[in-house]
């Protein structure tokens, strides 16, 4: 079965500082790889995805991924963030069964 | 634009009382998923469906938790009875029949039970 871990439930960082959210998933077959985010009182929105090709994956605000196979990692980054970033973040992961599992997430504060 | 449709947003509903969620899935998504967010335990996969079809309710507490897809846009989520200890935001979300496992989440819906 798929499993994701957030190696971090907390995030703070100052304002135009960069920002890595960790995360590790396990799985003997092929697999893709989510990371979303969660503004309060909101849904999940998609920020990025890998699928297959270029480890490193772009997403909106900013965002990147870069895929790991060897750590099995997949963790989230962003060079300069702002107070606007302050939200949950989940990354998920899905393997041949295309059931989508998510990680406990992180909660990343932006500080002024 | 094309989302995701819960109703309702918010219910407050006693012990006891039978809840029902609806959930209106992007037109031409075939995957439905329900799942539940608390403070405690995360997002918990509660259910997920396929072409209308059930695949996988194993996240689900049978006894008193249904979820069904009576047509292609419309899903429902019923607890009976309800209990205090199934407060929290319920999330629909759905996925297009390509996508590796993507899915487009509703708003969600918040149930506090008393």
């Known amino acids: 079965a798929q499993s994701v871990t957030q190696l971090d439930s907390q995030v703070p960082v100052f304002e135009e500082a960069p920002v890595e959210l960790r995360c590790n998933y396990s799985?003997?077959?092929?697999?893709?790889l989510f990371w979303y985010v969660q503004y309060p009182n909101q849904g999940l929105q998609l920020l990025l995805k890998?699928?297959?090709?270029?480890?490193l994956v772009k997403g909106i605000n900013g965002f990147e991924a870069e895929f790991n196979k060897s750590q099995t990692s997949f963790h989230l980054r962003k060079p300069s963030v702002h107070i606007s970033d302050t939200a949950e973040y989940f990354c998920?992961?899905?393997?041949?069964?295309?059931?989508?599992?998510f990680g406990s997430g992180t909660q990343l504060t932006v500080l002024p | 634009d094309a989302r995701v449709t819960q109703t309702p947003r918010h219910k407050v509903t006693e012990m006891g009382q039978e809840v029902t969620m609806r959930c209106q899935p992007i037109l031409g998504h075939n995957t439905v998923f329900w799942y539940r967010q608390t403070m405690m335990q995360g997002l918990e996969l509660l259910a997920y469906f396929r072409n209308r079809a059930p695949l996988d309710d194993s996240g689900m507490p049978k006894d008193r938790f249904s979820a069904e897809m009576p047509d292609a846009t419309l899903a429902t989520l019923k607890i009976q009875p309800s209990e205090p200890r199934d407060s929290a935001v319920y999330f629909c979300?759905?996925?297009?029949?390509?996508?590796?496992?993507?899915?487009?989440f509703g708003q969600g819906t918040r149930l506090t039970v008393v």
């Open positions: 998920a992961a899905t393997g041949s069964a295309r059931q989508l599992t």
């Open positions: 890998y699928l297959s090709g270029s480890t």
């Open positions: 979300a759905s996925g297009p029949p390509h996508l590796q496992g993507e899915a487009f």
């Open positions: 799985s003997s077959v092929s697999v893709y």
